[in-house]
């Protein structure tokens, strides 16, 4: 078969090793005559040809006992006039048996590059040596083994002496079936073919295999050709694993040492239909046709049907073979071909008559597994992979390396305009777009894009904080993985949040309002206990004694009654006098009476109208609670009122509130008639004074100044609610007194308030927890994510330094200690932030206390009496404000974040954070689409990318479509990449830029491999027979 018919490269095919043809002497059917060139033995090989066509599998090795004659007679008729024409591969091959230390029989084969010579076979077999004649295999030699074998010898087979000494074709018969070759002999002919031409290939437990040697008795014997045979034949599944490498529940008590055996060098493993005839009888064991496989377990290889296929399956036996029905890759891609792409093809649009060929004749299959594309720096591999990305209708055209403006597209669209490409799917689907287009929004996004410009971009925006991106990645898959149970209708994972959260949320809103409140009182308090508020008082009080002082100097001398002789007249006006100056006194009293009722209504008044407030939130809530829980309650089939009532009653309140305008109207009317009583008062003081003689007048005088008096020395002295009093002034002193006491109380309780808040966002963050177990539950049966990279998802409450100190800096001013300037506030913030732990409830109360404290050091500016804040705050800004931002938490948040290898990912250099998005999105996101990856390996040095790398694309794409643009193409032969594309760029001839696609055994694709690695070999020594 034509090797460059294989661009698609290494795909899964049945490959049956082990047929014979009419030249074998166990043949059930019509076997080869003796001239070779007779139109029967024709007739013989077309039907051989027509059953090797008309097979499922693609390959075959003929492995007639003790002779090549099937595969020179096949030889030959190819090469005639009129030959039918063969489609599928075939390797020479011989069956032998070898002397062993057992009772029965040793089979054994050796398997031949269908690039051999003749003379080549030949001279194998000549190196073959038969035991008991001890000379080299040949048709001679067998014919003479045969008559010198003795009668009880014969008899067992079948044979009479007298018959095989008489006939040459019975003889010969009887020595093909009674010859054994010497083992050494065997090993050695093998190793002698040339360019290793040739491959040892042992049945185990298949009949007259080795696995009936007793190896603990023999094991020189034993060992020996266990290690020079790079293939053996079996068909149970678990030795199957133990010779490939693979850890079964059958064979993990013995791999280990079966291993040791082969020198830990997995091998080949096959299972043969051992086809005796052409086609077989369906259902009949014995009677198999050419790739009529036993039970049903067909091998599979996966390789370009060659040589070459077969010498890569052989180094990696465990990701290239399966025995089986079909293996799951191709069962994943026939149940799914919307997620893979056949191919991709570019065209020039006809007519265009811009300058070069560029992309255009461009016609690629696409593999379904791996496809690496490597090549020159400059020579059009991610081109390719924009391309494909571009018709994936991919959302990370910022990315793109070379449709973009400042190359392939160019400001007004040249050349790109010029060109369209299509991608074609399995399904039969197909994406047409002109190079110069993005698409549209409303396009589902068929590919994903990884270039290694959106692995830093997410990286680098999730450890500073600027960008939500990698966490919204997180979110996706997450709710990828979670059950219907789980979602309840959630479409995305905000509506699934959404959901699940809303009682936190108002628990939050809940003590964040109560925090509010005690933080603005607790900024009052600090307002109050500055020393001016207190200096100011007291020099207002001390004023306020020096006035009373003052007024207690000037203080009426009492005067005596005077003892004069007093008219009728004088005497009823002296004695109204008296009255009225009584009455003038309980005039005073009512006035203070009318004053304190005033203000007695006036607090009712706001009294209701806070209540009336409270109740109106009330019903808001309850109004609420029922919209919220209404969809709840219909699921439980229960009422609102089964739960709670609420029954809001304001008549009590319409009550007091109705009977105040009446008490009001009242206070109103009782002040104007103690005004109008005292002017009565006044006017008739006046008149009655005037009636009295000037003793008496004076004495009247001196009633009126003692009374003035009293009342400006009430007035000064006050009453404890009247600040600008003495008393007034005295109450704000002791009220400032007992304020340190008020605010330790406050604070603590906004402490409690603030643990109590940490204690709603954890348990959110524990709810948030509970989403991602199912995708911790795929990592912990995943062995290679759990044990090698530990993988982890995290909630955590995540708090960026730099967030809180942005919030904190449009509040407070940075002039001040160590929030002096740009730089260094942020710095404190940061290196304080790092002293914390912000998923624990003490060292996040311990970091706003210490981060308050700074800011309370910052505003003192030294001054060691200075309480509060108030200095750095920038203009109408409030204490409060920035109470709110520490101790509400507000600069806390549930945040979703990765463990790799016990490392946060902040902790890991710009590579490793690569490489564990990388295994985010091939191991645990769900998706299904194709993934186009450029530059993975960025970063990274050689060993990291064998550890980790490799293993992970190895793992991701027995499911998926795996595309990588690599500049390492170690890469791609250490991944064992299905398909290898090689692009280059020829500038000079109409800047041509051409792909050569094919698997890694093909010779040419391997050849360009080594040019790329500018003709040194790879690091990677483990893997250095891959390049030819």
């Known amino acids: 078969m034509n090797q460059e018919k294989f661009e698609r490269g290494s795909e899964w095919r049945q490959w049956d090793l082990h047929v014979h043809t009419p030249a074998s002497f166990h043949w059930r059917g019509k076997r080869f005559n003796a001239d070779p060139n007779s139109d029967e033995n024709r007739l013989l090989i077309d039907e051989m040809i027509a059953a090797f066509n008309a097979a499922e599998p693609t390959v075959f090795a003929l492995m007639d006992y003790w002779t090549f004659d099937g595969w020179f007679a096949l030889r030959r008729r190819l090469k005639e006039p009129g030959a ?21 029989r040793l089979n054994a084969h050796v398997l031949f590059s269908d690039a051999v010579a003749d003379q080549v076979l030949h001279d194998f077999k000549a190196a073959l040596l038969v035991e008991v004649v001890g000379r080299p295999l040949s048709d001679a030699s067998l014919v003479l083994l045969g008559r010198a074998a003795s009668d009880d010898k014969l008899k067992i087979h079948g044979f009479k002496k007298v018959e095989v000494d008489a006939d040459d074709e019975k003889a010969l018969l009887a020595g093909s079936k009674i010859a054994e070759i010497n083992c050494d002999s065997y090993k050695n002919a093998i190793e002698k073919v040339p360019h290793g031409h040739a491959i040892g290939f042992m049945p185990w437990d298949t009949s007259d295999g080795l696995a009936e040697v007793k190896w603990h008795e023999h094991y020189a014997y034993f060992l020996g050709l266990f290690k020079t045979s790079p293939i053996f034949e079996s068909r149970n599944i678990d030795l199957r694993g133990a010779f490939v490498g693979e850890v079964t529940p059958g064979n993990s008590k013995f791999i280990k040492s079966f291993q040791n055996a082969l020198c830990n060098v997995p091998r080949l493993v096959v299972s043969g239909s051992d086809a005796h005839c052409f086609v077989g009888v369906k259902g009949d064991n014995d009677r198999r046709g050419y790739g009529d496989y036993p039970s049903g377990k067909a091998t599979w290889i996966k390789a370009d049907p060659s040589f070459h296929g077969l010498l890569q399956a052989i180094m990696e036996p465990a990701k290239r073979s399966y025995i089986g029905e079909r293996p799951e890759k191709k069962t994943e891609i026939s149940k799914n071909k919307t997620f893979f792409i056949d191919s991709v093809s570019i065209t020039k649009i006809p007519g265009s008559t811009t300058g070069g060929a560029w992309l255009a004749g461009t016609n690629l299959p696409l593999n379904p597994d791996l496809v690496a594309i490597i090549g020159n720096k400059g020579s059009g591999k991610s081109a390719l992979a924009d391309v494909i990305a571009l018709l994936g209708n991919s959302r990370q055209k910022a990315h793109f390396s070379f449709l973009k403006k400042e190359r392939f597209r160019g400001k007004s669209g040249d050349p790109a305009k010029h060109f369209t490409a299509t991608l074609s799917w399995l399904d039969g689907s197909t994406e047409d777009r002109n190079l110069n287009d993005d698409p549209p929004e409303e396009k589902v996004e068929l590919v994903r894009y990884i270039p290694q410009g959106h692995f830093e971009e997410l990286c680098n925006a999730h450890v500073t904080g600027r960008s939500n991106a990698f966490e919204n990645e997180l979110r996706a898959v997450i709710f990828s993985h979670t059950d219907a149970s789980i979602r309840l209708g959630a479409l995305d994972f905000d509506q699934l949040i959404e959901e699940q959260e809303s009682s936190f949320r108002h628990q939050l809103n809940e003590f964040r309002k109560d925090l509010r409140r005690v933080n603005q009182e607790i900024a009052g308090y600090e307002t109050q206990l500055q020393p001016e508020v207190r200096s100011a008082i007291q020099e207002q009080l001390a004023i306020k004694n020096r006035q009373i002082e003052e007024h207690i100097k000037i203080k009426p001398a009492v005067m005596e009654k005077p003892a004069v002789e007093l008219s009728l007249e004088q005497q009823q006006a002296a004695a109204s006098l008296e009255a009225i100056s009584n009455q003038m006194q309980n005039l005073e009293k009512s006035a203070a009476s009318n004053a304190a009722t005033a203000l007695a209504l006036a607090g009712k008044l706001k009294a209701i109208q806070n209540v009336r407030e409270r109740l ?6 309850r109004t ?22 609420i029954e ?6 319409d009550k007091i509130s109705v009977s105040i305008p009446d008490e009001q109207a009242k206070t109103v009317a009782s002040a104007g008639d103690v005004v109008t009583q005292r002017a009565n008062l006044l006017a008739e003081q006046t008149a009655l004074n005037a009636k009295l003689n000037a003793p008496q007048l004076l004495y009247q005088q001196n ?7 009293e009342a400006k020395l009430a007035e000064l002295t006050g009453t404890p609610d009247a600040p600008e009093t003495l008393k007034g002034l005295q109450t704000r002193i002791a009220q400032i007194d007992s304020l340190p006491d008020l605010l330790q109380t406050h ?9 109590e808040i940490f204690d709603i966002l954890d348990a959110q963050r524990k709810a948030r927890e509970s989403l991602f177990k199912p995708v911790q539950d795929l990592i912990h049966s995943n062995s ?7 993988l982890q998802f995290q909630a955590t409450l995540g708090g960026s330094a730099d967030g809180v100190a942005t919030s904190l800096f449009d509040l407070i001013k940075q002039n001040s200690k160590e929030f002096r300037g740009e730089d ?15 998923n624990t409830r003490a060292d996040v109360l311990s970091f706003v206390e210490a981060l308050h404290g700074k800011i309370v050091v910052a505003a003192s500016g030294g001054n060691k009496d200075t309480v509060g804040i108030g200095p750095v705050l920038r203009k109408d800004k409030l204490a409060s404000d920035v109470y709110d931002l520490l101790f509400g938490l507000s600069f806390l948040e549930p945040r979703y974040s990765l463990l790799f290898q016990d490392a946060q990912i902040e902790q890991l250099s710009p590579g490793q954070r690569g490489a564990l998005l990388l295994i985010f999105y091939l191991l645990v996101d769900k998706g299904r689409n194709p993934i186009i990856l450029d530059q993975p390996e960025e970063n990274l040095d050689n060993e990291t990318v064998v550890s980790l790398l490799v293993p992970v694309l190895t793992e991701a794409k027995k499911r998926r479509q795996i595309i990588m643009v690599t500049h390492n193409p170690n890469l791609a032969v250490v991944c064992d990449a299905e398909q290898v594309i090689w692009s280059v760029f020829d500038r000079k001839n109409a800047s041509k830029i051409s792909y050569l696609a094919g698997s890694i055994e093909n010779p040419a694709i391997n050849g360009h491999v080594v040019n790329v690695l500018e003709g040194t070999m790879p690091a990677f020594n483990n893997r250095r027979i891959k390049y030819h």
């Open 624 to 645: 609420q609670f029922l919209e919220d829980t209404a969809t709840d309650l219909t699921t439980l089939g229960l009422q609102a009122s089964d739960l709670v009532t």
């Open 703 to 709: 009633l009126k100044s003692l009374v003035d008096w």
């Open 824 to 838: 260094e506030s942020y710095g404190t913030v940061r290196k304080l932030a790092e002293e914390y732990d912000f």
């Open 84 to 104: 039918p024409k063969l489609t599928k591969t075939i390797f020479p091959g011989i069956e032998l048996r070898l002397v062993a230390p057992m009772p029965g």
């Open 648 to 653: 809001l009653n304001h008549q009590p309140l």
């Open 784 to 790: 290679l994510i759990r044990d090698e990279y530990k």
């Open 747 to 755: 604070r603590e309780h906004r402490a409690t308030l603030a643990g």
């Open 616 to 621: 109106r939130l009330l019903d808001r809530s």
